[in-house]
């Protein structure tokens, strides 16, 4: 059977301003759509990608109308869902008969509410948990004639004007089994990039070794909502394996993205010691939580190749922190920081604004913590409250959510807690990137540290986003308009 799975198109000007688009935008390797297609070909399916990404709406109709699939799954998350929408309706013209499928966070959270939206009526079925097992069944299904998917688990599908909810499917335990992305179907590797100012060599291939967690945060979304299983991990000789072969294919750079790298201690430092011992040519970047590393790690880290470490540092303020559920302290953060910085890495520490119960002073207490804290990069984005969190179902307690999904992004105010404005998250997120990128030191710093084209791009993106965060006025509030990239320096 033939199968397109298909990210629906997007520009960046829809996600982040277009006056500092250059030092923002980033273009991930989609994992979970590669994991799902390496499923699908192991089945015996014929299965092509287009990421909308880099085609627009009428090349990836081009590209379904040439191939002539039997299913169509489309991967949506909250901003991408009236996308996804849109994909489904104009595929449905080509060919009444296409099964189209969704998944992804968005379908993942909402579930059966996916398609009882009166606008889906396009969309036929809705993978619930993990693709892996469930897309290959719905396949099968599909393939065989079958009107009916009952029995599918972590399957939501429509019949005429019914809902049929089969429940969810068991997480997969054994991550082992797994088969590795299928990257092959990428074509051109060097497209996705992370953003710039996060990467050394290119390409980069983006690798996640365990999957869960077993934090509660506020705003974060995890299948397993009880946390009744935490992180599931894979072998560290699977790990490996998957990182000769991205070595094999080309890629000079590893960005893990699990959620912590670091949340089992004794496998974090075999994962670098295999590294090592195997002489694997290679830069990396992973993300740690601040009470989980010391400066013993972090010197491994750097010795198996890392050059960066992400910590997400979130609030300068503890009774925030505590709000949201993070588990560290601000003592922790410096620690950790001051650690990875005396071990030879690069820090990044992303800051949120609109806290439940954050105030603007405590918000600008943050900024000054940042600036304090002192690390290679800051980033400051809004707090979102993504379908599926905490945070998101309980949103009448803490403040209130946009109904314009185009604002789930980090970057648009999607929340806005009781004790501020939209308006003011905006203007805290202007005044704490003129802040800390202003500083003499810090310009002095990123000046001396050019030693590579890319060093150089980086520092001309992050210059020309300076002059704008100067410049430009309500630069990172939204306008009312259904115009994509209306924002305030529009």
Known sequence: ????????????????????????INYWQPLGTLYVAAALKQA???????????????????????????????YSTAFGWDKAKFTASSLKVIDKDIHVFVGGPYPVALGARCLEDPDSTDIDSVITGEGELTSVK??????????????????VWRAGDEVHDNGPRPLIEDLDKILFPARELLGDAGKYVPPPATYRRWPVAVIITSRGCNRRCLYCFQIDRNRTHGIRY??????????????????????????????DYDRAMEICAEIIKRKLDFTWFASACVNQVDEHLLRKFRDAGCWAVLFGAESGVQKNLNTIRKGITTEQTIKAVRAAQG??????????????????DEALQTIDFAIRLN???????SITPFPGTDLYDNVDEYGTISDD?????????????????????????????????????????????????????????????????????????RKKGSRPGNWGDA
Request: charged residues 20%; contains cysteine.
């Open 1 to 24: 059977m033939k199968i397109a799975l298909v990210v629906p198109a997007w520009t960046p000007d829809e996600i982040f301003s277009a006056r500092t688009a250059g030092s923002q």
């Open 405 to 477: 999904l185009r604002d789930y992004t980090y970057q648009g105010a999607a929340f806005v807690p009781h004790t501020m404005t939209r308006g003011q998250i905006a203007e805290l997120r202007q005044i704490a990137f003129r802040r800390f990128y202003s500083r003499p030191s810090f310009l002095l710093k990123r000046l001396f540290s050019i030693r590579t084209v890319n060093d150089l791009k980086a520092a001309l993106n992050g210059l020309r986003s300076l002059f704008w965060i100067w410049a430009g006025k309500g630069l990172f509030r």
């Open 343 to 360: 071990a030879g890495l690069k820090v990044l520490t992303p800051f949120i604004f609109g806290i439940p119960g954050e105030t603007y």
């Open 375 to 381: 690390p290679d990069v800051a980033n400051f984005h």
């Open 138 to 155: 719905l396949a099968e299904l599909i393939a065989s004639g079958a009107n009916s998917f009952n029995g599918v688990a972590g399957l």
């Open 234 to 263: 894979r072998s560290v000789e699977n790990v490996m394996q998957e990182i000769e072969l991205c070595l094999e294919q080309g890629y000079r750079e590893i960005k893990f993205i699990d959620d912590t790298l670091a949340a």
């Open 44 to 74: 015996g399916h014929d299965v092509i990608f287009l990421n909308g990404a880099f085609i627009d709406h009428n090349k990836i109709l081009e590209g379904i109308g040439s191939f002539s699939p039997d299913a169509v799954g489309l």
